[in-house]
């Protein structure tokens, strides 16, 4: 079993950065799959980036690719999320999630454990 603990949202201005933590508890953070997902008011959880256990793949939304990049440290037990040129319709929970499965790792249903969320919002 893993607790998530996300960190790092904020307000920020259009073509702003920020960096988005996840720590995790635990000694098996480095056999997981890593997830970050976000959810809009009044719209479903919608997958960003993942990363399976090694940094060996890496997947991204259409919408962040190229401008987000989600790392991970294992001996640290940390996952981020490096988030620049934010735009307005990035305001959201981000929510880091967990999982043993390689495979469906942009379905929500895929992941066992999960964050609280940490909010981002960005004014245009």
């Known amino acids: 079993q893993v607790q998530l603990v996300e960190s790092g949202g904020g307000l920020v201005q259009a073509g702003d950065s920020l960096r988005l933590s996840c720590a995790a508890s635990?000694?098996?953070?480095?056999?997981?799959?890593m997830g970050w997902f976000r959810q809009a008011p009044g719209k479903e959880r919608e997958f960003v980036a993942a990363?399976?256990?090694?940094?060996?793949?890496?997947y991204y939304a259409d919408s962040v690719k190229g401008r987000f990049t989600i790392s991970r440290d294992n001996a640290k037990n940390t996952l981020y999320l490096q988030m620049n040129s934010l735009k307005p319709e990035d305001t959201a929970v981000y929510y880091c999630?967990?999982?043993?499965?390689?495979?469906?790792?942009?379905?929500?249903?895929?992941?066992?454990?999960w964050g609280q969320g940490t909010q981002v919002t960005v004014s245009s």
């Open positions: 999630a967990a999982t043993m499965s390689g495979t469906y790792v942009a379905a929500a249903r895929t992941y066992d454990y």
């Open positions: 635990g000694r098996t953070f480095s056999r997981y799959t």
């Open positions: 990363i399976t256990w090694n940094g060996g793949s890496i």
